[in-house]
């Protein structure tokens, strides 16, 4: 048995000996369309929905890959819609699925993922306690709202708002992540799941600095694509006093555009909260990282 799925209407869970990959096939395909349908059909939704995803497996470090990749877009991230109406919580757990018996056979799998839906969102992890917070912002905007939102228009925002720095990144940390979203009440029912990950990519890119490879290609890419000032633009990439997760190759030449390489891969636990407003106009968000520990 390559998979097994439990599904009710508060929760699904998937246990597979394989971790679910990007456009699968075989077996792994046919696990994912089951997996869509009951995101879609099984589990309740409504209008205060939050939902809690968890992802485990006692790999750890060993496997660095973007946990919003597994528990959501490889899934596919039109699965959850009205699903987090106001709020998101996700988590990637350090330890072994628990066995299961299934006709009366025991089945051990490497991989196990959990979908919860709540009323309301969850105070904090029962498996990671915070350590150190690194950094802080506020008055960030998303000025137009879609489920195309990029990448470089988060990391363009961030570079506008106000950002408190605290503590410098540790390689030996992994990070969690708190956002709060203030939306327009005309969004109520939007599928924030669709943008989660180029909020992630572009908060976590404004917090590196690059290590100047290309730089030059890079910035004339950038302003040609986005229409950016070209000085402005070479400043934010080399920008150091809000480095906090440090110096790398942050962005690569890719075909006739570029690529960008940020280290959310970091990011063991999401908390995302979503208030809505018929007092504004535009969508704001502030939100913080920090380091985490085990809880026990």
Known sequence: MNYFINHSEDKIELWSSE?????????????????????????????????????????????????????????????????????????????????????????????????????????????????????????????NLKTTLSLCSVWLQMSKCKIDV????????????KINLKVPERYLGFNFVTILKSMLDGIICSFHTHNGKDLDEITRRLCNKNYLNPENTRQLLMQNEKAILGRKILIRLWGDSVQWYPSDGLIYYGKIKIDYSNRISITEFDGELFSIKLAS
């Open 166 to 177: 605290y503590n410098y990144y540790k390689n030996e940390n992994l990070i969690g992540i």
């Open 19 to 143: 971790r679910l990959k990007f456009e699968p096939k075989g077996w792994m395909r046919e696990m994912r369309d089951i997996l869509k349908n009951h995101l879609k059909h099984s589990i309740k939704r409504n209008s205060n929905s939050n939902l809690y995803a968890t992802y485990s497996t006692k790999k750890g470090k060993i496997e660095n890959f973007d946990i919003e990749n597994i528990l959501f877009y490889n899934v596919g991230v039109d699965s959850f819609k009205n699903l987090a109406n106001n709020g998101l919580i996700f988590e990637r757990k350090i330890e072994n699925p628990i066995e299961l018996t299934v006709d009366s056979r025991f089945y051990k799998f490497d991989h196990y993922m959990n979908y919860k839906v709540l009323d309301s969102i969850i105070d904090d992890s029962n498996y990671w306690k915070r350590d150190k917070q690194l950094v802080s912002w506020s008055d960030a905007k998303i000025e």
